[in-house]
């Protein structure tokens, strides 16, 4: 059996190749044991092309899911970068409402309200791997939301306190206590001697206060109103009526001419007359009256 091996292996393998031009044939000759050699290698590159095409496509696939790991990572970069920015604006804004109010609430003397001074740490810190980046975006998301409420409430309760700062407001500026113009008082509210009698045992009500001052000198109002009257009215001479909130009006006689007519919305301290002598008076002066809900009153328990 042995020796019968031994010549199958010495035996040769001859192949005959026979060109189609009809030239020569030629002879190929080869052991079985040579043959045995190149199936050997043809096998071992096979193999060898086998596992390189694996590599590649292992490689290829290692690289893809690197682009796609570096894109994500990237990304969270991006929207941390994004959100810490937005917090930092909702901060400012924040901020911005706190002293808003604080200005508010000092400016109608009301006590300041309770608003959080700070909002939740952030830390100053960078984002540096993607475990890290996605806690942080979660966690500034979550303050972004409680900030963004924050503002929202925060605004509503702005624009009460504004509401009610400028419904005090408009009731202080119609609160008649600016002087319509400086002078000396002649004659004050109250039960007086006429001063147009020779005898001033007689005694009338004077239901205003006169000051004394140059002709043309400015009358200005004393308080934000609607002017109601415009004209002259026997006595008074040419007179200026204003209406105010709180059921109040004043009056300004005696004026050498008027600057407003009826229906025009005046503010404090605009000038609207200039002083003068006409109706019944005695010399240049402003006769100033207040009246609460149709009935004079001292104008000296307002002004200043």
Same mark, same amino acid.
């Given at each position: 059996?042995?020796?019968?091996?031994?010549?199958?292996?010495?035996?040769? &393998?001859? *192949? @005959?190749?026979?060109?189609?031009?009809?030239?020569? +044939? %030629?002879?190929?000759?080869?052991?079985? $044991?040579? =043959?045995?050699?190149?199936?050997?290698?043809?096998?071992?590159?096979? &193999?060898? *092309? @086998?596992?390189?095409?694996?590599?590649?496509?292992? +490689? %290829?696939?290692?690289?893809?899911?690197? $682009?796609? =790991?570096?894109?994500?990572?990237?990304?969270?970069?991006?929207?941390?970068?994004? *959100?810490?920015?937005?917090?930092?604006?909702?901060?400012?804004? %924040?901020?911005?409402?706190?002293?808003?109010?604080?200005?508010?609430?000092?400016?109608?003397?009301?006590?300041?309200?309770?608003?959080?001074?700070?909002?939740?740490?952030?830390?100053?810190?960078?984002?540096?791997?993607?475990?890290?980046?996605?806690?942080?975006?979660?966690?500034?998301?979550?303050?972004?939301?409680?900030?963004?409420?924050?503002?929202?409430?925060?605004?509503?309760?702005?624009?009460?306190?504004?509401?009610?700062?400028?419904?005090?407001?408009?009731?202080?500026?119609?609160?008649?206590?600016?002087?319509?113009?400086?002078?000396?008082?002649?004659?004050?509210?109250?039960?007086?001697?006429?001063?147009?009698?020779?005898?001033?045992?007689?005694?009338?009500?004077?239901?205003?206060?006169?000051?004394?001052?140059?002709?043309?000198?400015?009358?200005?109002?004393?308080?934000?109103?609607?002017?109601?009257?415009?004209?002259?009215?026997?006595?008074?001479?040419?007179?200026?009526?204003?209406?105010?909130?709180?059921?109040?009006?004043?009056?300004?006689?005696?004026?050498?001419?008027?600057?407003?007519?009826?229906?025009?919305?005046?503010?404090?301290?605009?000038?609207?007359?200039?002083?003068?002598?006409?109706?019944?008076?005695?010399?240049?002066?402003?006769?100033?009256?207040?009246?609460?809900?149709?009935?004079?009153?001292?104008?000296?328990?307002?002004?200043?």
């Amino acid at each position: 059996m042995t020796n019968v091996k031994k010549r199958r292996r010495g035996e040769r &393998l001859t *192949l @005959i190749l026979i060109p189609n031009s009809g030239s020569e +044939a %030629r002879r190929l000759s080869i052991t079985y $044991k040579q =043959i045995q050699a190149i199936l050997i290698a043809l096998g071992a590159t096979l &193999l060898l *092309l @086998i596992i390189a095409l694996v590599n590649i496509y292992s +490689a %290829r696939h290692t690289v893809a899911e690197a $682009k796609r =790991i570096k894109a994500q990572h990237d990304e969270q970069m991006r929207q941390a970068m994004e *959100l810490n920015q937005r917090l930092t604006e909702l901060e400012k804004r %924040r901020q911005l409402i706190d002293e808003q109010q604080r200005q508010i609430l000092k400016l109608v003397g009301s006590p300041a309200a309770s608003i959080p001074s700070e909002t939740p740490s952030r830390g100053g810190g960078a984002v540096g791997s993607r475990s890290t980046a996605v806690r942080s975006l979660a966690a500034m998301t979550a303050e972004t939301d409680m900030l963004q409420r924050q503002m929202a409430d925060y605004e509503v309760q702005t624009q009460q306190l504004f509401d009610m700062a400028l419904s005090r407001l408009n009731l202080i500026m119609s609160v008649p206590n600016r002087w319509p113009l400086v002078g000396r008082i002649t004659s004050t509210f109250g039960w007086r001697g006429s001063p147009f009698r020779r005898s001033r045992s007689r005694q009338e009500f004077h239901n205003g206060i006169d000051i004394a001052a140059p002709r043309g000198t400015a009358v200005h109002a004393a308080a934000d109103g609607v002017v109601i009257y415009a004209g002259w009215i026997s006595g008074w001479g040419r007179m200026v009526k204003i209406r105010h909130q709180g059921g109040i009006v004043t009056s300004y006689a005696h004026n050498s001419s008027l600057l407003v007519k009826e229906g025009d919305r005046v503010v404090k301290g605009e000038i609207i007359a200039r002083v003068g002598s006409s109706g019944r008076s005695t010399g240049p002066h402003l006769h100033f009256t207040i009246e609460k809900n149709g009935r004079p009153v001292d104008p000296m328990d307002y002004l200043p």
